[in-house]
């Protein structure tokens, strides 16, 4: 008499997201701070978009030229976004080596190259275009940079992924809240000083998620 087979239980659900919007931004503000915390490509396009951040707000450009700039820094998150989770979804497949895989993970890095490259020369064409512009505005440039090179330091050691104390954080937020506001009185474009403002508050958000991490690992008994 033969036995009859084992039965195989399905896997257990994965366990279902609770509906609505505002849930639904949570759980994708989430997987904005988790790529800043861990890619540290995303890192530096962060501090890219905010000097561009600088740039838009102390120089008059036009529309077309605001437009573009904003559509690039947005496009090259999109690219760097989709490529951490199209890595996360590889390694989730392959759990070894497969050339597949490694294509796959090197096509979508190319991807992002590709747009970073071209941001940057889509900047640097801007530039150029409206050089006219820009020394008209020179007497602005040295407010910008006195007071935007702080702030970008500010942001770098809020992207930092070393072990520090929660004050550092506290610290550098604060400092670059604060000059930031005294960059929006003379803002020559609200929606990049709002743009700056976005990403001072990213970086903060992944610092605070990653003290979190550290204060874990403290906690945690050290035979696990």
């Excluded at 951040?53 to 120089?59: D, Q």
């Excluded at 001072?200 to 945690?220: E, I, N, S």
Aim: proline share 7%; charged share 15%; with cysteine.
């Amino acid at each position: 008499m033969t036995r009859p087979a084992p039965r195989v239980l399905p896997p257990p659900p994965y366990p279902a997201r609770r509906p609505g919007f505002w849930f639904s931004a949570r759980h994708a503000w989430n997987g904005l701070v988790h790529t800043v915390e861990h890619q540290p490509n995303m890192r530096i396009h962060l501090l890219a978009a905010l000097l561009v951040g600088l740039v838009g707000s102390g120089i008059p450009l036009g529309l077309a030229e605001r437009v573009t700039l904003i559509f690039c820094v947005l496009l090259v998150f999109f690219a760097e976004i989709l490529n951490s989770a199209l890595e996360a979804l590889v390694d989730l497949a392959t759990r070894e080596f497969d050339e597949k895989a490694r294509v796959t993970k090197d096509a979508a890095a190319a991807a992002v190259l590709v747009l970073s490259i071209g941001s940057v020369v889509i900047f640097a064409a801007l530039l150029v275009h409206n050089w006219s512009t820009v020394m008209a505005e020179r007497a602005r440039i040295p407010r910008q940079v006195a007071l935007g090179a702080p702030l970008v330091l500010c942001v770098w050691g809020l992207l930092r992924p070393v072990p520090r104390p929660a004050a550092q954080d506290v610290l550098a937020f604060g400092l670059g809240v604060v000059l930031l506001a005294v960059l929006s009185v003379r803002s020559t474009s609200s929606v990049f000083t709002a743009m700056s403002f976005g990403l001072v508050v990213l970086a903060g958000a992944a610092a605070l998620r990653r003290q979190r991490a550290w204060r874990g690992q403290k906690k945690r008994p050290s035979g696990t």
